[in-house]
């Protein structure tokens, strides 16, 4: 009896992460079934419901994403470098650099400071607390803070995207430094160095593989990000114009719906379908715009003048 138990005891010893595991993968699956609540019918349309979304929407590609748009008017010989495409992605990559760069070298210091093999708890701890604050908010929600203090564009995209880029690398970068040996750094307090010297030639060079690493890391999650904030106005690749200069000169201007761009319904939803200014010849500017009612069209017409 006692050799079973022994066997048994050296049978679960030698596979006890195999057991963990187990038990992990277990416990999981009960906290799935009780997200699911039951609703198993939920998933059983998945698949149709994707190869829908597929066809519909995904199929064929709109390809005018890749056709000089017509305002403002394309001077470049290559009429790619007008389309909307084009222009959403060099300013998705450029906002991405900016606030990379400027993510990573503001948060350097930060992480500096919140590295115990360098400060006390005293200084680390708070500003480890910063850094885990300003990580918690998440990027699409300082887009929509910036978008409201400086308006629509890609400066409210590159100030959202530096700040998360702060409080994301800003741990990345403190948990490098803390994990270095403390045989340099004992080294070099020996010698004389204070903690901005140890920084500059030791933490840095020895981190350098590292903090390298991480900004590269950074900079391609900024760029899936400018897909993001564009949804709130922050500039990027996810803002898309649904409304398209079709008519311009000296004295008017129409811009008309994208309803395809839109995804509105004329049935349940109402909606600006035109606008137009004309400046007429007694300098009073005529506005004129059409709205979906109800299924209908209706045109307003109002006629501004100047009062002295």
């Known amino acids: 009896m006692s050799r079973l138990r022994e066997d048994i005891v050296s049978f679960l010893e030698q596979r006890k992460s195999f057991l963990l595991g187990i038990a992990i ?34 199929w064929p590609p709109d390809w005018r994403v890749i056709e000089a748009r017509d305002y403002p008017v394309c001077r470049s010989s290559i009429e790619i470098t007008c389309s909307t495409a084009y ?44 850094l885990a604050a300003i990580r918690t908010i998440p990027s699409l929600i300082w887009a929509i803070l910036f978008v409201i203090m400086v308006g629509l ?21 403190y948990e490098a430094i803390e994990g270095l040996s403390s045989s340099p750094l004992d080294a ?6 204070g903690n901005i010297e140890i ?28 897909s993001i904030v564009g949804i709130v106005g922050a500039g990027g690749l996810g803002t898309e114009p649904v409304f398209q200069v079709t008519q311009l000169s000296s004295d008017s201007m129409v811009i008309k719906l ?39 069209p209706t045109t307003n017409i109002a006629q501004l003048k100047r009062v002295y």
């Open 258 to 296: 994208d309803q395809d761009k839109a995804d509105l319904h004329a049935d349940h939803e109402s909606f600006v379908t035109s606008m137009k200014w004309m400046i007429n010849n007694d300098n009073s500017i005529t506005f004129e715009n059409t709205v979906m009612l109800d299924g209908s």
């Open 87 to 130: 222009i959403g992605v060099a300013e998705t990559l450029k906002m991405a650099f900016v606030a990379t760069v400027l993510g990573f070298l503001l948060s350097l210091p930060l992480a500096v400071l919140s590295s115990r093999n360098l400060y006390s708890d005293k200084v680390a701890i708070p500003t480890r607390m910063l």
């Open 153 to 173: 564009g890609p400066v409210p995209g590159v100030l959202a995207m530096t700040f998360y880029t702060i409080g994301y690398i800003g741990k990345l970068q």
């Open 188 to 193: 070099a307090r020996a010698m004389g160095l």
């Open 25 to 58: 993968l277990f416990f999981t699956l009960l906290v799935f079934v009780d997200l699911v609540g039951g609703k198993w019918a939920s998933l059983e349309n998945s698949l149709v419901n994707l190869s829908t979304f597929f066809h519909k929407s995904l």
């Open 199 to 226: 920084v500059e030639r030791v933490v840095i060079p020895e981190c350098a593989n590292s903090l390298i690493s991480q900004c590269l890391f950074m900079f391609e999650y900024n760029v899936r990000q400018g």
